[in-house]
């Protein structure tokens, strides 16, 4: 995929599919990232071109500790970007009881996932070091919604649920009101 793709997001943060987000743990994303780093760092020395961008995708459901973890490990091995963040398995706040399992997307992720765009970017404010990018995710829906995902630190917003329910019109819609 290296010739084909642009950049790679490793998504460590699906509830989706069972046990991937213990990749989130310290020794194993530590492992998991040294091992990319170092390959993207091998193939682009190989084919004589630059690094190709890697970003990480976190759940919404992470505590302080691991995100300063993820932060810190992010940084030692120069990934791009942190995509904060992916669906929630939490479901307060919601107005209907839903037994359900898997990832929450769209309004009810707005929230947390501010909450953990917040603190990375504190993070980024506090360190020395060249830092990885932001990208806010995690129920945009309107032009307030994407103002606070910048307002929080991010570089990029992207738009997920937002667009499926706006459609295409939506994104003129929070770059040109």
Known sequence: MYDAADYFTVNVS????PGLRQLQDEEHLAELLSKISALNNSISSQKQVRNKD????IAPDIN?????????????????????TNTTIGRSGLQTVIDQQGGLSGKPVFGKSNEVLGKLNELRKASSHKTPELIGVG?????????EKLRLGASLVQVYTGFIYEGPGMIKELLNS
Not at 54 to 57: G, H, N, S, V
Not at 141 to 147: A, G, I, L, M
Request: with cysteine; proline share 3%; charged share 20%.
């Open 14 to 17: 699906s509830p989706n599919t």
């Open 54 to 57: 890697i970003f990480l995708k």
């Open 64 to 84: 302080d500790e691991t995100l300063h973890s993820v932060f810190s490990i992010c940084t030692a091995n120069e990934i791009t970007g942190i995509i904060a």
């Open 139 to 147: 129920g945009v829906f309107t032009k307030s919604d994407y103002k």
